[in-house]
């Protein structure tokens, strides 16, 4: 909603929000974005007595643009949740991506390209062309004859799914264009300007260009925390120690985080990630700074940001107990798409291995994930090598790696930390990873401590076995140097996205250099 009102707001809107039954009949154009699960928005809308105005809306074909599960919840019904019934309008029933099937990762994260059904481009999509716009959902509709007259784009993911959907002024897409950049703002824009075209004709469905694909991410992180005058800076480390000369020199400031959010959003990021480092101390709940650099990020920037830090249940100084739920929802109602977990999601998974691999359904990621749902949700992981002799050292998976322990060992497991990476617990990135996909983690988030800011490329082995642990997107984190380094990580491991700072704060690589080195490597990006 934020992010809707946000990329509105900018093109010169003014947004009212839906409160009852007569706003829905009052409005001159109808938004509609969702995420999260489609049964539970079905009865929100029945509660609160908006299912049949919204129907009457749809049927009198008034300016109506759904969003996402807004597009979703169009159709007859969804599998999500044993089956849904759901406003019927579009023909046809949402079902999840198969990821066995198609043998891909999901969610379906990330910027894919759009098939126009018609064979002039469409008034809403007229300005899309073949750039890229941003999808995260793990359902989807298919193009079928019964809905031909209502599929305006198809996108492709291992198979072809609906993109977009529109009769006369009822229109629904499943990418977000709130956070498909300037692309997508084209897109608000068309809507909110009501740029006519024609509708679907299923004749010339698939007729143009070569089939979308899902590109290649790369992610811009800040890692943010108080200086030692009080002031929120971005700052980057070397093994995760931030401070100039070991403990006792400066944080080191390389700028403010609001300014470098902008700056990649310009330059061509397909994501921003805040990491609030020192969350594990503080409740961000009381880090109203960090909350304020997400709102005016989120003003400004208009691809998807994930933040992360101290997303936990904690008891404030009156004792009030606080719900990691609570303190992610505060996140998501300042502008965050995704948050990420660390340390609770090591506690978490420790303590569903305990439990023979069963979930206590109160844990922040199950909490979280049920709510918002699993796209919402990252995991961020910061291992490091721990080096033996033989693999039955460990109750951690192994693996034998091409590099040798000081002790010329050949074997390693990749150690999970806590607490930036002060803590090393008995649980490898491994077993995490089975475990918080199990529990309902959407995404994770790799890093390496003894990567980060060395400069000398991802840790090839470490997102081999953490991409080949799940069936979930991998971001691979810490170590790039060099533009080679994303292309090397995309093409010898299943990673969806790869990220880094150092290099992108201290301008010694360009994000265009990185793009342009994956195109050359002919690796599909996204064109900002
Ligand atoms: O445990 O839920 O409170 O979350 C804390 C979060 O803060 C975790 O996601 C953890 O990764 C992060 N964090 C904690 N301490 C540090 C630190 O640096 N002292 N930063 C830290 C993690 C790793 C990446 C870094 C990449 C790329 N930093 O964010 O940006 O390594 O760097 P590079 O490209 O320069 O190599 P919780």
Redesign the pocket.
């Known amino acids: 909603m934020r992010s809707v009102r946000n990329a509105l707001r900018a093109l010169g809107c003014t947004v009212r929000e839906v409160r009852s039954p007569a706003d829905v009949a009052s409005a001159q154009r109808l938004l509609f974005p969702g995420v999260g699960a489609f049964g539970p928005a079905m009865d929100t809308l029945k509660v609160r007595g908006l299912e049949e105005p919204l129907k009457d809306y749809l049927r009198e074909g008034r300016p109506f643009l759904g969003i996402c599960l807004g597009l979703q919840l169009l159709f007859e019904g969804s599998d999500e949740g044993g089956g849904v019934e759901g406003l019927g309008i579009v023909p046809g029933r949402v079902e999840a991506f198969d990821a066995a099937a198609l043998g891909l990762p999901v969610p379906h994260i990330g910027w894919n390209g759009l098939q126009e059904a018609t064979s002039e481009p469409s008034g809403l999509l007229k300005d899309v062309g073949d750039r890229q716009v941003y999808f995260v959902h793990s359902f989807r509709a298919v193009p079928e004859p019964a809905n031909a007259d209502w599929v305006l784009a198809t996108s492709r993911y291992g198979e072809d799914f609906v993109a977009a959907v529109r009769q006369g002024d009822v229109h629904a897409t499943q990418f977000h264009p709130e956070k498909s950049g300037n692309v997508g703002l084209g897109v608000l824009r068309n809507f909110v300007e009501g740029a006519a075209g024609p509708g679907p004709s299923a004749a010339a469905a698939g007729a143009r260009g070569a089939p979308p694909r899902l590109t290649k991410r790369v992610i811009a ?3 943010v925390r108080s200086n030692d005058s009080g002031d929120l800076v971005v ?3 070397d093994q ?3 401070r100039d000369s070991g403990d006792g020199g400066e944080v080191r400031n390389l700028g403010k985080p609001v300014e470098l959010c902008e700056r990649y959003f310009r330059e061509g990021a397909d994501e921003v ?1 805040f ?6 101390r503080d409740s961000p709940l009381g880090d109203l700074p960090m909350l304020e650099v997400l709102r005016r990020s989120s003003e400004r920037v208009f691809v998807p940001l994930t933040v ?5 249940g904690f008891t404030d100084a009156e004792g009030i107990k606080h719900s990691a739920l609570d303190v992610a929802s505060e996140y998501f109602r300042s502008g965050a798409d995704k948050v ?6 090591v506690f978490a998974a420790e303590e569903w291995w305990a439990a023979g691999g069963e979930g206590t359904g109160d844990t922040s990621i199950e909490q979280i994930s049920e709510r918002y749902g699993a796209q919402a949700v990252v995991v ?3 291992p490091r090598r721990v080096w033996v002799s033989e693999p039955g050292d460990t109750k951690n998976r192994t693996i034998r790696s091409a590099q040798r322990g000081p002790g010329g060992e050949e074997y390693c497991w990749f150690q999970c930390t ?4 002060r803590e090393g617990r008995d649980l490898g990135a491994y077993e995490l990873a089975v475990a918080v996909e199990a529990l309902g983690a959407g995404e994770i ?1 790799l ?3 003894d ?5 000398n490329g991802f840790d090839l082995e470490l997102v081999d076995m953490v991409t080949e642990a799940v069936g979930i997107p991998v971001i691979a ?5 060099a533009p080679e380094h994303f292309t090397e990580v995309f093409e010898k491991t299943g990673a969806s996205a790869a ?7 201290r301008q010694e690589v360009e994000i265009s250099s990185v793009k342009q080195g994956m195109l050359e490597s002919g690796l599909s990006t996204r064109s900002a």
């Open positions: 992180c800040l890692d700052t980057k480390g995760y120690d931030v990630t990491l609030n480092i020192t969350g594990f992360g830090g101290g997303i936990r990420s977990i660390g340390g609770d999601a961020s992981i910061d806590v607490k930036g990476g988030l890093n390496c401590i990567r980060d800011g060395a400069g984190s810490s170590g790039a140097g990220l880094a700072a150092g290099i992108f704060h």
